[in-house]
């Protein structure tokens, strides 16, 4: 892969990882109501996947979906807003955290029940393939919403109607506190795929270039009139489900050894090929703190140059300091607006 392409990786992933930071402290200070489920540590997936698709693919996320939104390329203030519930949120301020919408990005959400993304993405893929259309809806979840009936149903009627779908799992092992072999008889997530006769694969989800390299070939061939396809991302996420959760559950020596692979860390050391030695920076932020920490890993390392981390962390620390302040003071969506909206289905009409 090209220096410029995987810079760029770099940078995506370190801006998700400083979004979701800053968005932790956020709710931590009362900011951001209901539940915030986090993304660190899985951001590979949604970048690869994501910087792999074009603008007229379509995406149906989860409720752990704001860094699926950022990689779109949806204004990290619209987003922030969104999550403080303020009217000038991508959403109107309708949705929250789980709920992120963006129909000219062809960003379709955003959903907090479990297993809700299949029929949502068998529906639109159906959609693509009765215009002759040569787009993708590429399709997220986790490894827990593989037992849900919807996945079932869904990969049936995507397999018999050959609809263009790419049915992305991304495997951080845990359904809530529940590890994968607690709460599933099969383990390898892409091997259910079978059952429906959709080819899948089993991909390092820390890796961002294997990511892209795996979703551009997969996005290819259901281009081409291939059908569905499912990728399994193996991934890991280090905070706890949501900001409810401590995540006590997990062994210390896995988080440990799951630390070792993190994908800013893998993508970090793949520029040593392009980049010479250099020195350390220093941090200012506590968001900030976790990005210097893998800076400081890549200096230590000799895998960076410092006017790239330089200009990189100052751009990310400006963006997610505009954003808190875009949210902060923005106008909170009124509650007459919220009812009338809600009560008169008039959401639909302002977000389609
Ligand atoms: C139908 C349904 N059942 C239960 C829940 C409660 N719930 C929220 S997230 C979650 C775990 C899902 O785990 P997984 O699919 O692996 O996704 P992850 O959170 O690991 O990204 C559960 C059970 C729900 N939201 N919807
Ligand atoms: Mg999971």
Redesign the pocket.
Known sequence: MDHERLQGFLYDMLLARAFEERAAQEYTQGHIAGFL?LYPGEEAVAVGSIRAAEPSDYIVS???EHVHALIRDIEPKKIMAELYGKSTGVSRGMGGSMHLFDKERRFMGGY?????TFPIAAGIGYSILYRHLPEVVLCY?????VN?GTFHESLNMAALWKLPVLFIC???H???GTEIHRHSAVVDVYKRAASYAIPAEQVDGMDVEQVYAHTHSALDRIRAGGGPYLLEFQTY?YRG?SMADPGAYRPPAEVRAFGGQDPILLATRELARHNPPSKSAQASDPAMDVIQQHIDKGFAAGHWQQEDVATMKAQIQQILDEAVAFAQSSPSLSMDDAVYLANQNHAHEVLF
């Open positions: 489920h989860t409720y752990r907090a029940i479990v297993g809700e979840f986790g490894d827990g919403a849900q991304e495997n951080n845990y359904q809530i996420r489900h």
